[in-house]
C-alpha cells in the first residue's frame, strides 16, 4: 500500500510479532510469536528467513451433540506448542523475480514439509504483473489415537495478474487450483450414534469422524486498491470465493481503510465478512441413519463428520491497527485489535459450538 511505511533504502531488517488469540467462556487460546529477517545477500538477491512459535491452550468441542437437557457441546481440553520456520531465497532479474521457499512446522502430533515456488513476471512498462506459483506440502499426523501415523498430501497452483490503472488504483485477479490427498479427517473429532448393544437396548457410542481422503478446490480473489489524496487515504477491498468438492462453498468480502494522520502515524479499521455452505457430509450424529461407523476413519464411504468448522456458518471481523513510524526509514512499532464472532446458519448447530475471539497483536518492524 503506498501509505505503509517504505524501507527502500534500507538493506536489511527486522519484523517482530506477538498475537494472542482468545476464545469466549475458556475456550481456545494461541499465543503466537512470530519473527522475520531479511538480508540482502547481493544487489538483486534476498533471503528471508522466518520463525514461528504457538502456545495452544483450552478446550475445543469433541463432535458430540449437548447432553439431553442441556444446550452446552461437550469439549475436550488441549495443549499443544507449534515450531515452525521457513526460510526464502529471491532474486529480481530484469523484468523477473523468482522465489523458492522451504518451511517446517512441528507439533507433538503433526509434523509438516513444505516447499513452494514463485515467479512475478512485470509486462506493459510494469504497468502489469504476471503472478505464477505452486507451492507442495507432505504431512504426518501422528496423533495417539490413531493405530500408525498417517500421510496427507497438498499441492497448490495459483495465477495471478496485477494490473495498474492509473497512479491511484490498482486490479489484482488470482485463480488457485488446490488438491489433497492422504489422511484428511481430524483425529480428535468424534460423532455419535446411538447403537443396539443387545435387542431392545441402545447405548450412546462415538466413533471416529471419517471425511473423504481426496479434496479438490477453486479459489478465486479479486481485490482493488483505491488511493485518495485529498483524504490522505487507501482503500484495499477484496473478495474470495472458495469451492471444493465436499460440497463446501464460501464467500469472503473484506475492506480495510488505511488512513495517515500526520506524518507519522497510520490508523487502519478492518471489516471482513465471511459465509460457508455445509459440507455434503455434515451431520449432529448418525441417529436414524443405516451408516455403521468404523473405527480409525478409512477416508471411504460413507463419510460423516460433526465438525462444527464443516457446518453452515458466517463470520464477522471487526478490527483496528495503528502503525507508528518512530525514526523515518528506520523503526515502526503496530498494535491491533480484532473481534471475531460466529454463528451457524442451519438451525440445528447449537450456538455452543461456535466460538468468539479477541485477537490482539502488537509488534514492531526495525530496517538498517
Known sequence: MGLL????????????????????AGRIRVDSHYALIEKELARETKLRLVGLIDA?????????????????????????RRKA???????????????ASYSQSRESDYISNAWAINTVTDFNQKNTSLLVGY???????TARFLPAPRKKRNDDLIVGVTQLLN????????????????????????????????????????????????????????????????????????????????????????????????ERFIVRPLVRLYRQSAA?????????????PGSPASGRTPFYSADYRLSELETVTLGMKAVWTVIPGSLTVDAAYERYTMR?????TLDSAYPNADVITVGFHFAW
Open 5 to 24: 511505511p517504505r524501507f527502500a533504502r534500507s538493506e536489511d531488517s527486522l519484523r517482530y510479532k506477538f498475537q494472542s488469540w482468545q476464545e469466549d
Open 56 to 80: 495452544i491452550t483450552g478446550a475445543t468441542p469433541t463432535g458430540q451433540p449437548a447432553p439431553a437437557g442441556s444446550v452446552n457441546v461437550p469439549v475436550s481440553q488441549l495443549r499443544d
Open 85 to 99: 520456520w521457513s526460510a526464502d531465497l529471491s532474486r529480481q532479474f530484469t523484468r523477473s523475480n523468482f522465489a
Open 135 to 141: 507451492a507442495h506440502a507432505d504431512d504426518d499426523v
Open 167 to 262: 497512479p491511484k488504483a490498482s486490479l489484482t485477479f488470482n485463480l488457485t487450483r488446490g488438491t489433497a490427498d492422504g489422511y484428511l479427517s481430524d483425529p480428535y473429532k468424534i460423532i455419535q450414534k446411538n447403537t443396539e448393544i443387545v435387542p431392545g437396548f441402545f447405548l450412546p457410542l462415538t466413533f471416529a469422524e471419517n471425511r473423504p481422503e481426496e479434496r479438490g478446490k477453486w479459489i478465486v480473489f479479486a481485490g482493488t486498491a483505491l488511493s485518495f489524496p485529498q483524504l490522505h487515504g487507501t482503500l484495499d477491498a477484496n473478495y474470495r470465493f472458495f469451492r471444493d468438492d465436499w460440497g463446501t462453498q464460501s464467500d469472503t468480502v473484506s475492506f480495510e481503510w488505511y488512513q495517515s494522520v500526520g
Open 280 to 292: 455434503d457430509f455434515y451431520r449432529l450424529t448418525l441417529d436414524g441413519s443405516s451408516i455403521v
Open 344 to 348: 451457524g446458519r442451519d438451525r440445528v
